[in-house]
């Protein structure tokens, strides 16, 4: 099979590519992407990015930024996915694929509702984000 070229390929395939790039403690972009392509009834779109970074109580956005040092190095620093599903029930079957096939994450939650549809900016904004973290 050939690869698809940049020019083609659409933002989830240039995602995916970047999330197969990733490898860091637990996480193992090759192994997850591969579970994705195998499971992508469950999801419309996934992403990985940095979260935004509280200490003290205090937010400080301008840490999510840190991926610009890593590309320096031909990096991509992410620690955190969000996959979105249709429903609930899917959000729910990925979180057990990502469990039994031993993604390793540290953290999962399902993000719905009010917390979603204002993190999106849509209201109201019916789906799901499976939300999971490696540290």
Do not use: Y
Request: hydrophobic share 45%; charged share 25%.
């Amino acid at each position: 099979m050939n690869p698809t070229s940049l020019t083609e390929a659409t933002i989830q395939d240039i995602q995916l590519e970047l999330i197969r790039r990733r490898k860091f403690n637990e996480f193992d972009g090759p192994k997850v992407v591969e579970s994705l392509r195998r499971h992508r009834n469950l999801w419309q779109s996934v992403f990985m990015s940095m979260e935004q970074f509280v200490a003290d109580g205090q937010e400080m956005p301008w840490l999510s930024l840190r991926p610009l040092l890593s590309m320096m190095q031909n990096r991509w620093q992410a620690d955190t996915m969000f996959a979105l599903c249709p429903t609930l029930a899917d959000a729910e079957e990925l979180r057990e694929v990502a469990i039994a096939e031993d993604w390793r994450f540290d953290e999962d939650a399902i993000v719905s509702g009010k917390t979603l549809s204002d993190a999106i900016g849509i209201t109201p904004f019916h789906a799901f984000v499976l939300r999971l973290w490696w540290d």
